[in-house]
């Protein structure tokens, strides 16, 4: 499954964004973890690549959080749940 981008947002490929009703998974900023652990972990929560995934963990870390996915709240639960595997501190909203 391919994953599109728009913008800084990662889109679920499923979703009709104007059809259905759209979630943001909010990844907030964590200094108990290494830099390098964050990537990576955002790398396999959205099967994005490395630049990707550092530039959402940069976004977190100088502005306190960062939307890394938006798409429907099965999606945005998902990814917020491999990400809150290694403990980072996740949110999703609509």
């Known amino acids: 499954m391919q994953v599109?981008?728009?913008?800084r947002y990662v889109l679920d490929?499923?979703?009709?964004?104007?059809?259905?009703?759209?979630?943001?998974?909010?990844?907030f900023n964590c200094s108990c973890h290494e830099f390098e652990e964050v990537i990576s972990q955002v790398v396999e929560a959205l099967g994005c690549s490395l630049h990707r995934?550092?530039?959402?963990a940069v976004i977190a870390h100088y502005s306190g959080q960062?939307?890394?996915?938006?798409?429907?709240?099965?999606?945005?639960?998902?990814?917020?749940a491999t990400l809150r595997e290694i403990g980072l501190e996740t949110e999703v909203v609509s």
């Open 4 to 7: 599109k981008t728009i913008d």
């Open 13 to 27: 490929p499923l979703v009709d964004i104007e059809t259905e009703s759209v979630h943001k998974t909010i990844l």
């Open 53 to 56: 995934a550092t530039h959402l």
């Open 66 to 80: 960062a939307i890394v996915c938006t798409g429907s709240e099965e999606y945005c639960e998902r990814v917020s």
